[in-house]
């Protein structure tokens, strides 16, 4: 029997074409280029070498460290809604401020070991504690806010009660008196009210608004026991 002759229209019995078969009529263009550079431009470079602080001396790395410190304070003294605390927080301003307030509310007594140290390390312990507390009050309300950031913020805002100490110490000189300490109540009373304005300006909108007024209460009770233990400092 005679074998049946294929029949090239036929779907059926085509021969099946190869995969990349065609890939043989592709032709590149001499215009279109293939080769290219992967290496990093020189202004990318220059850029990076400028921004990186591992070739910078100690002396430029501190006073940067100092004018950022310095720029914290001014948000502190000026309070606004801004977001420096928050984005470039660090924590050398709060432990200057509180190493600062320890020591000057110690007593001048004969006796360090049993008035000057426990009065230092009472007064580390309140901030420190206090801070860390509200910072973690903060996040169970759900705040939108780092437990860095929180420290930061509280921490650089007991400037104000600090250099109510400080006037304190110098209206103390004059001796005791009414006139004396309605002089420092004024004083801890403006300086109170300081505080809590810059505290709740820079966290009063990393809080949901129904829990506003829950995360705010602790902060006053913050400042107000600090402001309490500077109003009520003595000498000796």
């Known amino acids: 029997m005679a074998e049946a002759e294929e029949s090239p229209g036929d779907p059926g019995t085509a021969s099946p074409r ?11 263009s001499q215009d279109i280029p293939v080769e290219g550079e992967i290496t990093i431009p020189i202004r990318s470079r220059i850029r990076e070498f400028d921004s990186s602080t591992l070739n910078e001396s100690v002396h430029s790395t501190i006073m940067r460290d100092l004018k950022a410190v ?16 928050l984005r470039d927080w660090d924590l050398w301003g709060p432990l200057i401020l509180c190493v600062t307030l320890a020591l000057m509310l110690q007593r001048d007594s004969a006796d360090s070991e049993k008035d000057g140290g ?3 390390a009472e007064v580390f312990v309140i901030v420190w504690f206090g801070a860390v507390t509200i910072t973690l009050n903060s996040k169970l309300l759900g705040g939108n806010i780092s437990f860095f950031q929180s420290l930061c913020v509280l921490g650089y805002c007991i400037l104000p009660l600090t250099v109510a100490m400080l006037i304190c110490r110098l209206v103390l000189l004059a001796g005791p008196g009414p006139v004396n300490f309605m002089v420092r109540l004024f004083v801890v009373i403006v300086m109170f009210a ?23 209460y602790p902060v006053f009770l913050f400042y107000f026991v600090i402001s309490w233990m500077i109003l009520t400092f003595t000498p000796q």
Do not use: C, E
């Not at 310095?70 to 605390?85: D, E």
């Not at 809590?196 to 829950?214: G, Y």
């Open 118 to 120: 426990p009065q230092f």
């Open 194 to 216: 300081w505080s809590i304005v810059a505290s709740t300006a820079f966290l009063a909108d990393s809080q949901p608004p129904n829990r506003r007024a829950l995360a705010v």
């Open 18 to 28: 190869p995969l990349f078969a065609g890939l043989s009529d592709i032709s590149i």
């Open 70 to 85: 310095g720029k914290k304070f001014m948000h502190v003294l000026y309070p606004r809604k801004s977001n420096t605390l």
